[in-house]
């Protein structure tokens, strides 16, 4: 199939099932196979830290069985390592496997550089939630990397100042914002928490949470659905809270941001499961002091999560190995002595459903080893993980974001027109680059 045509068909089928009979026909019918028998030596592109002293474990056990033997190759992540493969794929030179975040799989499929490994690792599915296995699936039947990690959303709160000053942890948005208020009425120079637009992953998360679709099909064409309603509802949401003062303004990650969690100016944290390391060393002081729940929800009646953050492990089409690399691929995120070792080794919260409350799990996080119930609560929440749209251009829409929100939040101004801005930013960006996307 001609590559321009290929690329069409096999983005279509990102956000939705465009289906998998379309998808088999543009594969090759060799993409399962090897390119040869006996021993078979591997590379891994990664930037996990610690994945060395795992992938150690393979080499010497099962690896060694198997004849198979894999390289780690330590990256950069986000989208120097994207940039990095697709100009090595171009060249015919991509490594055999390689660590993708789940949002960076569209523009890495629609460019022909992963393969469908859906015949070598089809069982594993039941070892993940399935709102997880479905940002690697792109909604089809194809299977295009195996969940590594996850970023569960939950709420991070001081319990010891939420009981002073008479708080209850907020349940639904609308008591999130009520929450908010009476802090401020309370306690002027504090706030509940503060809306940061310099992660977008938090704000994807959040509208991912709110049932929100960025991409879609139609037909042949893309749809893009960045300020589609259930976004516009977070954006008008948070921006409410912002041009009132109910909560604070202030980008995540500054020294700034740091000592307001560290002195209890800033009493709560929407974040994800990753967030206890993070608090370990934004707020050092206050350790033992917070805890942790579900994220509040649009309605009492719904239970749902969005994830900020996580990675998958993918082969890729410029293997020669593509078996060899896919049993990797699925040791390295369902074996049990291969995830408490990634938990070690790489501090990563593993996708593997069995993983999150065996091994590393079953203590919670040093930060909050008051709270045992820690990783138990964190598993059922995962376990609640709204499905995902993730489109050819993620890097776009997320550049936008940051520009058009972190004015907005400067400026307090209308956090709809940012909204609107993000969405135009991004078709105009998949028009430049080809792609044929529905009005």
């Given at each position: 199939?001609?590559?321009?045509?290929?690329?069409?068909?096999?983005?279509?089928?990102?956000?939705?099932?465009?289906?998998?009979?379309?998808?088999?026909?543009?594969?090759?019918?060799?993409?399962?196979?090897?390119?040869?028998?006996?021993?078979?030596?591997?590379?891994?592109?990664?930037w996990t830290p610690g994945m060395d002293k795992v992938v150690d474990l393979w080499n010497k056990g099962p690896?060694?069985?198997?004849?198979?033997?894999?390289?780690?190759?330590?990256?950069?992540?986000?989208?120097?390592?994207?940039?990095?493969?697709?100009?090595?794929?171009?060249?015919?030179?991509?490594?055999?496997?390689?660590?993708?975040?789940?949002?960076?799989?569209?523009?890495?499929?629609?460019?022909?550089?992963?393969?469908?490994?859906?015949?070598?690792?089809?069982?594993?599915?039941?070892?993940?939630?399935?709102?997880?296995?479905?940002?690697?699936?792109?909604?089809?039947?194809?299977?295009?990397?195996?969940?590594?990690?996850?970023?569960?959303?939950?709420?991070?709160?001081?319990?010891?100042?939420?009981?002073?000053?008479?708080?209850?942890?907020?349940?639904?948005?609308?008591?999130?914002?009520?929450?908010?208020?009476?802090?401020?009425?309370?306690?002027?120079?504090?706030?509940?928490?503060?809306?940061?637009?310099?992660?977008?992953?938090?704000?994807?998360?959040?509208?991912?949470?709110?049932?929100?679709?960025?991409?879609?099909?139609?037909?042949?064409?893309?749809?893009?659905?960045?300020?589609?309603?259930?976004?516009?509802?977070?954006?008008?949401?948070?921006?409410?809270?912002?041009?009132?003062?109910?909560?604070?303004?202030?980008?995540?990650?500054?020294?700034?941001?740091?000592?307001?969690?560290?002195?209890?100016?800033?009493?709560?944290?929407?974040?994800?499961?990753?967030?206890?390391?993070?608090?370990?060393?934004?707020?050092?002081?206050?350790?033992?002091?917070?805890?942790?729940?579900?994220?509040?929800?649009?309605?009492?009646?719904?239970?749902?999560?969005?994830?900020?953050?996580?990675?998958?492990?993918?082969?890729?089409?410029?293997?020669?190995?593509?078996?060899?690399?896919?049993?990797?691929?699925?040791?390295?995120?369902?074996?049990?002595?291969?995830?408490?070792?990634?938990?070690?080794?790489?501090?990563?919260?593993?996708?593997?459903?069995?993983?999150?409350?065996?091994?590393?799990?079953?203590?919670?996080?040093?930060?909050?080893?008051?709270?045992?119930?820690?990783?138990?609560?964190?598993?059922?929440?995962?376990?609640?993980?709204?499905?995902?749209?993730?489109?050819?251009?993620?890097?776009?829409?997320?550049?936008?974001?940051?520009?058009?929100?972190?004015?907005?939040?400067?400026?307090?101004?209308?956090?709809?027109?940012?909204?609107?801005?993000?969405?135009?930013?991004?078709?105009?960006?998949?028009?430049?680059?080809?792609?044929?996307?529905?009005?």
């Amino acid at each position: 199939m001609p590559y321009t045509k290929r690329r069409r068909l096999v983005t279509s089928a990102v956000a939705v099932a465009l289906g998998a009979t379309a998808l088999a026909a543009c594969g090759s019918s060799d993409d399962q196979g090897d390119a040869q028998s006996g021993p078979v030596s591997l590379t891994y592109w990664t930037w996990t830290p610690g994945m060395d002293k795992v992938v150690d474990l393979w080499n010497k056990g099962p690896g060694k069985k198997e004849q198979i033997t894999v390289t780690v190759k330590k990256q950069a992540s986000g989208d120097t390592l994207v940039t990095k493969i697709l100009t090595a794929h171009k060249a015919g030179k991509g490594p055999d496997l390689v660590q993708a975040e789940y949002q960076a799989l569209p523009t890495l499929v629609s460019n022909d550089a992963l393969a469908d490994i859906a015949k070598s690792v089809g069982d594993v599915k039941g070892k993940f939630a399935d709102g997880v296995w479905q940002q690697t699936t792109l909604g089809t039947d194809a299977v295009y990397a195996i969940p590594q990690d996850i970023g569960p959303m939950m709420f991070y709160y001081r319990a010891d100042l939420f009981k002073s000053y008479g708080l209850t942890v907020p349940t639904t948005w609308e008591e999130f914002a009520q929450t908010a208020r009476a802090l401020k009425k309370k306690a002027p120079d504090k706030a509940l928490t503060t809306f940061s637009a310099n992660d977008s992953g938090l704000f994807a998360g959040l509208a991912q949470q709110a049932g929100a679709k960025w991409w879609t099909t139609s037909g042949d064409k893309w749809k893009v659905g960045i300020d589609d309603a259930a976004t516009q509802k977070v954006a008008t949401f948070w921006g409410g809270l912002v041009k009132e003062g109910a909560i604070d303004n202030q980008p995540m990650y500054t020294p700034a941001w740091n000592k307001a969690l560290d002195t209890g100016k800033q009493i709560a944290w929407v974040s994800a499961v990753w967030a206890p390391g993070t608090l370990t060393t934004a707020a050092p002081d206050t350790k033992g002091k917070w805890a942790m729940a579900p994220l509040p929800q649009w309605s009492k009646s719904e239970n749902r999560t969005g994830s900020w953050g996580g990675s998958s492990t993918a082969v890729t089409t410029d293997s020669p190995h593509k078996d060899a690399a896919a049993k990797f691929a699925a040791w390295l995120n369902t074996d049990a002595q291969a995830l408490n070792a990634l938990a070690k080794e790489s501090g990563i919260y593993p996708a593997s459903t069995s993983a999150q409350l065996s091994g590393a799990f079953q203590s919670p996080p040093e930060f909050f080893s008051h709270q045992v119930d820690f990783y138990t609560k964190a598993a059922d929440i995962a376990e609640t993980t709204a499905p995902s749209a993730w489109g050819p251009n993620v890097n776009v829409a997320y550049t936008s974001f940051k520009d058009a929100f972190g004015a907005a939040a400067k400026n307090k101004s209308d956090f709809g027109a940012a909204l609107k801005k993000m969405q135009a930013d991004t078709v105009a960006d998949m028009k430049k680059q080809g792609f044929e996307v529905a009005q």
